[in-house]
């Protein structure tokens, strides 16, 4: 009987010794991928250093009376709040009215068609060519919503606004001359921020979506490399769309799908870094993350469909590596929660830390899975919003691993699924530091944070703990500042989510 229980006991051990060399292998290999992940972002950064000395080209152009037929569409779903300043500043773009036709998408199903319905009808009555088009399904949503407007087009180029963007009047002077070639496609706006001042949140994302444009954006374009049309504050040549395939809504990122089908086939995009369209970034980590679950899912889905096909196109290598960097960049998410989660097992296996492990692994790896990113986004705030910018920077981190088990989740699901909801960011015409009490409190109720989200965090909270307390138990006191960055982002997810399931239930 005891020599039976010796054995279980000893087979016990001995899966659990597997098990945790097994993590400790998943630990390690996710934190290459971050590696990797920095190795690219310092790629980027070193290249982008040296476009900063470069300045812009300037187009412009008379165009002696022969104006081109320029199409705006704005998709709207249930935005009360920011429809009419959307319309109100379309309705003053600086385009001859006879050359330009305003189509407003509205798939609404809230008081937003009244809204439309009343700016609509005023700005008509001024003399601008501005119709409401409206479907009685949201079969294939954004995308489909634009494909049935398309159908209904003047235009020869097709600008795009979504809800929450705010165009200056002189936007399609400063954007059309860039079509100067008749295999010129898109050319791509840089997006501002109306609300980067509003929180700690909002100043993040300002550098997160920034450092999209100014950084990544400007390196691919000017090296040559694919880089796609972000859904919003671009114009497309229409025939391109068309040649392309239209909007599909078999991934829900049906602007990146279509830039790399139009690129493949040889159409050229452009990216204008001077041009600005302010927008209002998501007020909540819980709006944050629900827009960042739809990039993330859909990117995936579009580096399933696109990418077996772009590898066996006839494209230089250098684009198709950078492609497959670019579409297969949200992985880094799940090597970030894949890191978190296997942190514990890790630590357990190895024991006491060598020096030698230490200078050869751990140094390395820490360099580049983290201080390369944090670099990375340090410079550009630095660049873009002064020094006192990096005061939130230390944040970052903590947000974006206590995120990244849901996005994760989103990264698996985008590799099985095909389309899938069309989930809205809530907007809510938010300026500056402006705080709307009402029409926040209003918006909460929508909110997807409920008990079962909330049990999940705090079980991550608990659980990101216990590596804090076995690397204090041994003093391995070098250490304490990167474990303590995984309960603190659990942390400040978790509270986020409780202080909105507040709101929501106390309506």
């Known amino acids: 009987m005891l020599q039976g229980a010796l054995s279980v006991d000893l087979l016990w051990v001995l899966v659990m010794n597997y098990l945790i060399l097994f993590l400790t292998v998943v630990h390690f290999v996710a934190l290459s991928g971050l590696a990797l992940y920095g190795v690219h972002r310092l790629w980027m950064l070193y290249h982008w250093w040296q476009y900063t000395k470069v300045a812009d080209e300037v187009k412009t152009v008379s165009f002696a009376g022969v104006w081109p037929q320029v199409t705006v569409q704005l998709p709207l779903y249930n935005e009360r709040f920011v ?141 040559g490399l694919f880089f796609n049309f972000n859904g919003t504050a671009g114009v497309w040549r229409r025939s391109a769309i068309a040649a392309a395939g239209g909007w599909q809504a078999d991934t829900v990122t049906e602007d990146l799908d279509l830039s790399y089908r139009a690129q493949m086939q040889g159409w050229r995009f452009i990216y204008v870094n001077d041009v600005v369209v302010p927008s209002e ?63 514990y097992p890790a630590l357990l296996s190895r024991g006491n830390f060598s020096v030698m492990q230490v200078v050869l692994l751990d140094v390395p790896l820490f360099i580049l899975a983290g201080v390369a990113i944090l670099l990375y986004f340090a410079m550009y705030a630095a660049r873009e919003y002064g020094w006192r910018s990096l005061l939130w920077l230390p944040v970052l981190p903590m947000l974006t691993l206590g995120l990244s088990p849901s996005l994760a989740w989103s990264v698996m699901c985008g ?42 965090n705090g079980i991550l909270v608990l659980y990101s703990c216990l590596p804090a307390i076995y690397v204090l138990q041994r003093h391995e006191w070098a250490a304490i500042f990167l474990v303590v960055l995984f309960p603190l982002g659990f942390l400040l997810v978790f509270f986020s989510d409780a202080v909105a399931l507040m709101h929501r239930t106390s309506e």
């Open 415 to 456: 590799t099985v699924q095909r389309g899938g909801v069309f989930a809205r960011t809530a907007k809510y015409g938010v300026h500056g530091k402006q705080r709307e009490k009402m029409r926040f409190s209003v918006n909460l109720s929508s909110v997807k944070a409920d008990h079962r989200l909330l049990l999940v």
């Open 83 to 223: 429809a009419e300043r959307l319309i109100n500043a379309v309705a003053q773009l600086d385009w001859p009215s006879s050359c330009l036709q305003i189509q407003v998408v509205d798939d609404s199903s809230d008081e937003t068609c009244a809204v439309v319905d009343r700016a609509v009808a005023r700005w008509r009555e001024r003399g601008i060519n501005i119709v409401v088009q409206r479907r009685d399904n949201r079969n294939g949503y954004k995308a489909g919503a634009l494909a049935a407007a398309l159908e209904h087009a003047t235009g020869e180029f097709v600008a795009i606004f979504d809800a929450d963007f705010v165009p200056d009047t002189d936007y399609l002077q400063r954007i059309i001359p860039y079509f100067s070639g008749a295999d010129i496609a898109m050319v791509q706006a840089r997006w501002g921020f109306l609300n980067r001042t509003h929180s700690w949140l909002t100043k993040l994302q300002a550098i997160l979506l920034g450092a999209h444009f100014a950084v990544e954006h400007q390196v691919r374009y000017r090296r």
């Open 281 to 343: 970034l998501p007020l909540t980590v819980n709006d944050f993350r629900g827009q960042q679950q739809r990039w993330a899912k859909g990117s995936t889905q579009t580096a399933r469909k696109i990418l077996p096909v772009l590898l066996h196109a006839d494209l230089p290598m250098r684009v198709k590596i950078e492609a497959g960097a670019h579409l297969l960049a949200n992985f880094g998410w799940l090597c970030a929660a894949l890191a978190c989660l296997t942190l």
